[in-house]
Antibody
Framework: EVHLLESGGDLVQPGGSLRLSCSAS????????VTWVRQAPGKGLEWVST????????HYADSVKGRFTISRDNSKNTLYLQMNSLRVEDTAVYYC?????????????WGQGTLVTVSS | QSALTQPASVSASPGQSITISCSET?????????VSWYQQHPGKAPKLIIY???KRPSGLSNRFSGSKSGNAASLTISGLQAEDEADYYC???????????FGGGTKLTVL
């Protein structure tokens, strides 16, 4: 069974940094692209970033480009999101999700999410 | 910039059918035929229910179906059950920046 477990969410001040992790199990992590999707309190889903299976290619939403960095360590079955220059509007539950296939761009397994709160 | 538009809410009684539309505003996003749909219950993670426009993940009820017409995709849920009450989001590969778009979500109420 596929299992994704996010961690690292916390309360941070505007301008601060945070690194989220997503530990994967139940599938061959290195064979799949993985992604971060966030959801602000009471709001809809927003795609944040995707990294392909080798880590060589990354994609970012305009709202986070230049501030967030997605990466992965296939030897540790772990996905990361380094978040710098955090803003109040980055407050959200951050989900990691596994792509069903890079050509489908659908997300077939999700973690339970980790809450990031940006506030002074 | 492209966007995916969904109705904010729909409602129907148990046993009835509903259709949620997802239309793109300014480009050929939906024409990529890579629309997926997600169900999200309160406080829970989203769940994939349709991918590539009309395909169901293994084991998912056939009460859920997806389709496309022109630049709009649709999700139909037939034989509504109380447990179908949730938020539903469409999503599509956008081919550029951004790479992926989500619709604003539709709250389904089963009366």
């Amino acid at each position: 069974e596929v299992h994704l477990l996010e961690s690292g969410g916390d309360l941070v001040q505007p301008g601060g940094s945070l690194r989220l992790s997503c530990s994967a199990s139940g599938f061959t992590f290195s064979n799949y692209a993985v992604t971060w999707v966030r959801q602000a309190p009471g709001k809809g889903l927003e795609w944040v970033s995707t990294v392909i299976k080798t880590g060589d290619s990354t994609h970012y939403a305009d709202s986070v480009k230049g501030r967030f960095t997605i990466s992965r360590d296939n030897s540790k079955n772990t996905l990361y999101l380094q978040m710098n220059s955090l803003r109040v509007e980055d407050t959200a539950v951050y989900y990691c999700a596994k792509l069903q296939g890079i050509h489908t761009w659908s997300f077939d397994s999700w973690g339970q999410g980790t809450l990031v709160t940006v506030s002074s | 910039q492209s966007a995916l538009t969904q109705p904010a809410s729909v409602s129907a009684s148990p046993g009835q059918s509903i259709t949620i539309s997802c239309s793109e505003t300014s480009s050929d996003v939906v024409s990529y035929n890579l629309v997926s749909w997600y169900q999200q219950h309160p406080g829970k993670a989203p769940k994939l229910i349709i991918y590539e426009g009309d395909k169901r993940p293994s084991g998912l009820s056939n009460r859920f179906s997806g389709s496309k017409s022109g630049n709009a995709a649709s999700l139909t849920i037939s034989g509504l059950q109380a447990e179908d009450e949730a938020d539903y989001y469409c999503c599509s590969y956008a081919g550029g920046r951004p790479s992926v778009l989500f619709g604003g979500g539709t709250k389904l109420t089963v009366l």
